[in-house]
């Protein structure tokens, strides 16, 4: 194991820097660096000699020009057990580089705030992809460092073994190294991509490039003979399974991120205490309440309680010993939330068929940093923006004679709320605060509301009164009719139907009160 005797540090991300390079130094490690990394370090009187003190020349053309030189890629690149490399090396005073540690240009960042063309491009960095790649290239004799996170370990390990690093760690190294350029090429790619020859934006870059981190191995797919991993896109914001903290139970599969996705895409719908049971991604019940997270979820159970055993829960307020007496009662796979109190962990915990329930956390008030909806099919991928579309429920035009009253516009907006997260083609029947029956993933409009009134009869609800939302247009008023003999009272819905009319008559003819959203929510 080959020590390291000489460092070229040169970073844009200075988080640690100083901390890892004062180590460094009491090391014995020697450090040459450039610009603003050598004048920080100066600042914290840390020995550093400067790039243009190695090379003889001095960095010019406002730093465009400064490491792109023999005496530092040769320093970089030369093989220490090859004779003829080492003997080139003496020949043209080259002295060798052991450590690299390099960050590029905040590219992503200055183009995320909006810069001009001219910024961004200044932010393409050379010089550090460059060293990078020499150093990764050469890892059986150099480590690279391109993540502040490593500065513990390697300091750790130099002083462990006696001012070297492991073959093991300069390989996880350079894996790293090379993940780390390929994602800062390919944001500098999508960018640039995304503009015309006018370099104004459009809609959609011609090429798309993204990196996933993987988050952990999963035992398997959708089902057993599928392998399966889940990955991270590395978006820092948005409220997120790949941000959960999984505090108690068995390892989640790959059925299980899905259903917990859809639990917090659905619980986030709403600010009031909030609680839905997800079966295979759809929301089988869901309710309101103004009294506390317990009640909310009892209506929620009472939604369907039968669909409800192996489901998935997810709340949007912290979760008290009441609430999780209510949970202990019934076989969970999830429950997802912002938080579980002591108490309630405790209750979660108290008996050994409790402990293979998964408690996920997760903070919900992250903010929401965009990013697309993928969908993979076969030799190709489709991109969208997520489905962030909403309506103010009050807002929407009112078709029928009769004008929904207060609680039904409650009961509305409620619907539409739920109706968007459930698989097309669907209905939802809902109180102001209780989903009643759910009809999700037909091929016929009407054969989801058949299914979501027979739901709502089987577990005993009275969808007297009731409101009931679809997530697309009725094609015909068969939909409505057999809506207004289950009892709703009011529908909301997109419109745009070339058979609005004879819908919206038989919305009259009952006596119902129907909204267009203008607005659809098809799932696939």
């Not at 790293?176 to 790619?189: E, L, M, P, R, W």
């Not at 490039?209 to 889940?230: M, T």
């Not at 035009?397 to 619907?415: I, M, N, S, W």
Request: overall charge neutral; hydrophobic content about 40%.
């Amino acid at each position: 194991m080959a020590k390291v005797q000489r460092a070229l540090i040169s970073v844009s991300d200075k988080s640690g820097i100083v901390e890892f390079s004062r180590r460094l130094s009491e090391l014995g490690i020697e450090i040459i660096s450039t610009g603003g990394t050598a004048a920080l370090l100066r600042q914290n009187r840390i020995a550093v000699k400067d790039v243009s003190e190695v090379t003889g020349f001095p960095e010019m053309m406002d730093g465009r020009v400064k490491t792109l030189h023999p005496k530092i890629h040769g320093g970089i690149l030369a093989l220490r057990d090859q004779p003829e490399h080492l003997a080139q090396m003496k020949g043209h005073g080259i002295l060798p580089i052991d450590l690299v540690v390099v960050n590029l240009y905040p590219f992503e960042a200055t183009a995320a705030r909006g810069a001009s063309f001219a910024e961004i491009v200044e932010q393409i960095d050379i010089g550090g992809p460059s060293m990078v790649r020499a150093a990764a290239k050469n890892h059986e004799h150099v480590a690279v460092v391109v993540d502040p996170a490593d500065y513990g370990l390697v300091l750790a390990e130099l002083r462990d073994q006696g001012g070297g690093l492991s073959a093991a760690t300069r390989f996880r190294l350079m894996c790293k190294a090379f993940q780390h350029t390929a994602h800062y090429d390919g944001v500098i790619s999508n960018y640039l991509d995304s503009l015309d020859e006018n370099k104004k934006p459009t809609r959609w870059s011609r090429t798309l490039n993204f990196q996933f981190k993987k988050i952990q191995d999963l035992r398997y797919g959708e089902n057993p003979h599928q392998q399966a991993a889940f990955y991270s896109s590395g978006e820092s914001g948005g409220v997120s399974v790949a941000h959960a903290k999984q505090i108690q139970g068995k390892e989640l599969s790959f059925n299980n991120i899905l259903d917990a996705d859809a639990a917090l895409g659905t619980v986030l719908e709403f600010s009031e205490t909030a609680s839905v049971v997800i079966k295979h991604t759809n929301p089988c019940g869901a309710a309101l309440s103004k009294k506390s997270l317990a009640d909310a979820f009892r209506k929620a159970r009472a939604s369907d309680p039968v669909s409800i055993f192996g489901g998935v829960i997810g709340l949007n307020r912290p979760v008290d010993e009441e609430t999780a007496s209510e949970l202990k009662e019934i076989f969970l796979e999830i429950v997802i939330a912002p938080s579980f109190t002591p108490e309630a962990r405790a209750v979660l915990s108290s008996a050994k068929r409790l402990l293979n329930i998964r408690l996920l956390e997760v903070d919900m008030g992250r903010k929401d940093e965009g990013g697309y909806d993928l969908r993979r099919v076969k030799g190709g991928v489709l991109v969208q923006d997520w489905d962030r579309g909403t309506v103010d429920v009050r807002s929407c035009k009112v078709v029928t004679k009769r004008q929904p009253a207060e609680e039904e516009y409650e009961a509305l907006d409620f619907a539409w709320r739920i109706g968007r997260h459930v698989k097309s083609n669907a209905i939802v029947f809902t109180s102001r605060d209780q989903v009643l029956g759910v009809g999700a993933g037909q091929m016929s409009r009407v054969d989801s509301a058949k299914i979501a009134v027979m739901r709502s009869q089987t577990h005993g609800l009275d969808l007297r009164g009731s409101a009931v939302a679809s997530d697309a247009f009725y094609p015909f008023r068969d939909g409505v009719d057999a809506a207004a003999e289950a009892g709703a009272k009011a529908v909301i819905q997109p419109g745009g139907s070339i058979k609005d009319a004879e819908v919206i008559a038989a919305a009259d003819e009952h006596d119902m009160a129907m909204v267009f959203t203008g607005m659809r929510h098809f799932r696939h």
